[in-house]
């Protein structure tokens, strides 16, 4: 094993942030993020770094096949759901070291959940081209594809990342506004504000694995709704902003991994009716994408 000098770990040091940059965009996580750019520096102090004629270039190559094991691992050995009340104990997210506050403040959430929906090619093609501005032909040989299929993969992620409205946009953009008021409202416990943006008639339907033990799965009324919504403010902590199936909704996600999706019917500005899927085989099945 090579032992590493201390110019060696100045060059390293140089590419950390952007290899950080990298990781975090393919993997949603700050904690994973970090794990891989060790990886990579471990890689490094095994090799020759004389030999190596583009540093940057290598590691930006090393630490995306990392990611891209990782993504390929979790497809193989999902995560086992969060149970509904650990996220409900938890009011807002923990404080942050302010590193890896940055980091995360550096891309959306809702797009880092909608990426996480892609399959792992497709996330590396559409993150190192769109992102990063890396050619197509850097990028083949990473994924085991040629220049033109690396070509399609990205094309087709950024399909499902921007997704396609089923509103015109004047009524997609009021529609947001609807729903941010009401997960505004719903974060604050601002039992008000909440009533203010549901219809009295609103009806709430839940998948079991979404509740708490005993809780109903369908709820009328604007005030049942409302007190539910407030018992359960920890998950709007969490809550973003997304297209689902083409129409306005939220997702809950923490560590950028798709625990809740919310679909939401809105008449006029009210909200007649929304529904929350937690059903793990439902999720999968829902098209998500970022708001325009």
């Not at 995360?104 to 996480?116: E, F, K, P, T």
């Not at 090619?121 to 990063?132: G, I, N, P, Q, S």
């Not at 129409?247 to 996600?253: K, P, S, W």
């Given at each position: ?45 095994r ?9 940057g ?55 880092l959940?909608?990426l996480?929906?892609l399959?792992?090619a ?7 081209h ?11 040989p ?13 094309s ?34 601002d ?102």
């Amino acid at each position: 094993m090579q032992v590493a000098d201390d110019g060696l770990t100045a060059r390293f040091e140089a590419e950390r942030g952007r290899l950080r940059a990298v990781a975090y965009r393919m993997l949603g996580e700050p904690t994973a993020a970090e794990d891989a750019v060790q990886e990579a520096w471990l890689r490094l102090s095994r090799v020759d770094a004389d030999e190596v004629d583009n540093l940057g270039g290598w590691l930006r190559t090393v630490i995306t096949r990392i990611c891209l094991d990782v993504l390929r691992a979790r497809r193989a050995r999902p995560e086992d759901p969060t149970e509904a009340g650990q996220l409900d104990e938890v009011p807002g997210a923990a404080a942050e070291p302010a590193e890896t506050a940055v980091l995360a403040d550096s891309v959306s959430r809702a797009l880092l959940i909608v990426l996480d929906t892609l399959e792992p090619a497709e996330r590396v093609a559409f993150v190192l081209h769109d992102m990063f501005a890396v050619p197509f032909d850097q990028i083949a040989p990473i994924v085991s594809r040629s220049p033109v299929a690396t070509k399609k993969l990205a094309s087709r992620a950024r399909h499902k990342v921007r997704g396609t409205t089923a509103v015109p946009a004047d009524e997609l953009a009021r529609q947001r506004r609807v729903v941010a008021a009401f997960l505004a409202a719903a974060r604050s416990g601002d039992l008000g504000g909440i009533l203010a943006v549901l219809a009295p008639d609103v009806v709430r339907r839940s998948d079991p694995a979404a509740l708490p033990p005993g809780a109903a799965a369908v709820v009328r009324g604007a005030q049942q709704v409302a007190r539910g919504t407030v018992a359960l403010a920890g998950r709007s902590q969490l809550a973003e902003l997304v297209l689902v199936n083409g129409r306005i909704g939220a997702v809950v996600a923490p560590g950028g991994r798709l625990r809740f999706a919310l679909a939401f019917r809105v008449d006029g500005d009210v909200i007649t009716e929304y529904e929350v899927i937690a059903d793990p085989n439902r999720l999968a099945r829902l098209d998500l994408a970022v708001l325009p």
